[in-house]
């Protein structure tokens, strides 16, 4: 691992802060200004009905688009900046830094570097131009109220009706399905098959087909991110396949983008703690600085130093050309954790006052952020394979060690 930035890469960091201190709109600079330290959904911004934040996302969309970077991840020949992982690693670190929104969800993410690999020529230009643009938001329909951590044993069913997929079966965890225009999922199209074959990609162009219902899931910090997604008799054209048919599981688990370092996560984190010294060295009432305290904040200060530097071997190890395995796992459980390990001791910083929920109360420290993060970091150990899963694949492919 080498720290420091080579002449290029320090040019090429450069020109990104600059570009988001010309580019970033203004209403973004304003949550930052008011405490407000997390740069928000842009595809919820997109779709708000607050003209300002809608205005303000679809012009930091244009501004990313207009440098190239709305898909830094995907070759050029695709309308992608082909950054390599380093370059990748820097606009992500700044982006982070500046508590910019970043773009494009997971159709720039996910779906885009997957229809580059698998697609045929006509899907490619089908959809690839629309990804780019930001018209159009995908949402994922991967998990099931029965697969989540196992999902192979999803089983909501295509079959096969001329020239048509009818789909039925339900989805869960649906991040953002609410603010998409369309949907891609992994379906089961032939029920004889073992768990991970007989599965297809199917792409749904658009989110409110007949038969296909969206509901709100409100978690416990009383906030709309995901949904459940049903399916009654939902038609697809069958050539909305990706991929090979019952070969999906495969086409699935494509990912192209390296930002697998969470380098995003890290430097938030990072930021996080950093305020929760100040609030510790502000004097107020609220901040009750204990020795048990003061311990905790220290030991967690150095866990956010750890926590980065897991991202920087990631990412180094991916800029040497070398894939990495467990130590992805390593960084995302030790992250997600360390994350909530740090907003808990927010809670224990401000004592009572960490029960007020309103941000807007004038008694609640550094706007309830810490109150409020502490409950949406407990499923942050849950989402994208949990710490136990996280744990079995360090354990496994890290340590070399038998399966239970």
């Known amino acids: 691992m080498d720290w420091a930035d080579t002449p290029e890469q320090a040019e090429f960091r450069q020109r990104v802060k600059d570009v988001i201190e010309a580019k970033l709109p203004a209403y973004y600079k304003e949550l930052l200004d008011k405490g407000l330290e997390d740069p928000g959904s842009w595809i919820g911004d997109r779709n708000s009905d607050d003209e300002e934040q809608r205005s303000a996302a679809v012009e930091w969309g244009e501004s990313m688009s207009a440098e190239g970077w709305f898909a830094p991840h995907w070759p050029e020949e695709y309308g992608g900046a082909g950054l390599t992982p380093m370059e990748q690693f820097i606009y992500n670190m700044e982006m982070a830094e500046a508590g910019a929104p970043s773009v494009g969800g997971g159709g720039v993410s996910l779906l885009g570097p997957t229809i580059i690999v698998h697609g045929r020529d006509d899907q490619k230009q089908k959809y690839l131009s629309g990804i780019l643009s930001g018209e159009i938001v995908w949402a994922q329909g991967y998990s099931e109220p029965g697969a989540g951590s196992d999902l192979g044993s999803l089983q909501t069913r295509a079959m096969l009706d001329g020239d048509e997929y009818v789909i039925n079966g339900q989805k869960i965890w649906t991040s953002g399905a609410h603010h998409a225009d369309s949907l891609f999922a992994l379906v089961r199209t032939n029920p004889d098959a073992p768990k991970h074959r007989g599965i297809s990609f199917m792409l749904i162009d658009d989110i409110h087909t007949p038969g296909l219902n969206i509901r709100p899931l409100i978690n416990a910090a009383w906030k709309h991110g995901f949904n459940e997604t049903f399916f009654e008799d939902v038609r697809v054209p069958a050539t909305n396949v990706l991929g090979e048919v019952d070969r999906g599981w495969y086409v699935g688990m494509t990912l192209l983008d390296y930002e697998r370092s969470n380098i995003s996560g890290a430097v938030a984190l990072q930021r996080n703690i950093k305020r929760l010294i100040d609030e510790a060295n502000s004097g107020k009432e609220s901040a009750r600085v204990t020795t048990a305290v003061r311990n905790f904040i220290t030991d967690c200060f150095i866990e956010c130093e750890v926590g980065f530097n897991f991202s920087f071997r990631i990412i180094s190890m991916q800029n040497a050309g070398v894939l990495p395995n467990y130590e992805a796992s390593t960084a995302k459980m030790f992250i997600s954790e360390v994350n909530q390990r740090t907003q808990r001791a927010g809670t224990r910083l401000f004592g009572l006052y960490a029960n007020i929920w309103d941000e807007d109360d004038p008694r609640a420290p550094a706007r309830a952020q810490f109150t409020q993060?502490?409950?949406?970091?407990?499923?942050?150990?849950?989402?994208?394979?949990?710490?136990?899963?996280?744990?079995?694949?360090?354990?496994?492919?890290?340590?070399?060690?038998?399966?239970?």
């Open 373 to 404: 993060r502490y409950v949406l970091t407990i499923p942050a150990t849950i989402a994208g394979g949990s710490s136990e899963i996280q744990r079995n694949i360090i354990a496994t492919r890290g340590l070399g060690l038998p399966r239970g």
